[in-house]
């Protein structure tokens, strides 16, 4: 398993830009509506059934789409990287369970830890973003490299 980034036509610029854009929406979330930007919680809320009518699904569902678009959207003004990724859809699901399930233990994902809570000077969030960022560390290292 492994993931091919086209390292030629990537340019620091596509990466301070989305981190940027990434770094005001947050901003935005928590100045007018309360919110931390994390989207493990903002899923988990929509996929809840009772809160189908209820006044924040709007907007929460706004921002998954939001994320959803963005390639497209993006593709408008430069040409995406040429990137494969080779593993087995049973590969990939695993991934996905284990990133579901760890953001559940951890009581929020990588973008509500790292992004919003480290802004915030949250102990809770610096351990769990040294957590997970050490355990993919790890993990990728005796995959690729040990076994």
């Known amino acids: 398993m492994h993931l091919t980034i086209d390292w030629a036509n990537f ?10 854009l990434l770094g005001v929406a947050a901003t935005l979330l928590v ?10 919680g903002i ?3 929509l996929t809840n059934p009772r809160n189908a009518y209820d006044s ?13 678009s963005a390639n497209w959207f993006y593709q408008l003004f430069a040409t995406l990287p040429e990137t494969s990724i080779v593993a087995s859809n049973g590969t990939l699901i695993t991934a996905g369970l284990l990133v579901g399930f760890g953001s559940r233990m951890g009581s929020g994902c990588s973008s ?5 809570g480290l802004s ?20 990728t290292y005796v995959l690729l490299h040990a076994i």
């Open 120 to 139: 915030r000077l949250s102990l809770r969030s610096l351990v769990a973003t040294l957590s997970f960022m050490l355990s993919g560390f790890l993990l």
């Open 56 to 68: 924040d699904a709007g907007w929460r569902a706004l921002f998954i789409i939001g994320l959803m």
């Open 43 to 45: 899923l988990a809320y």
């Open 11 to 20: 340019t620091p610029t596509s990466a301070l830009l989305g981190g940027a």
């Open 112 to 116: 509500g830890h790292g992004i919003c």
């Open 31 to 40: 100045v007018f509506r309360g919110k931390i930007a994390g989207i493990s």
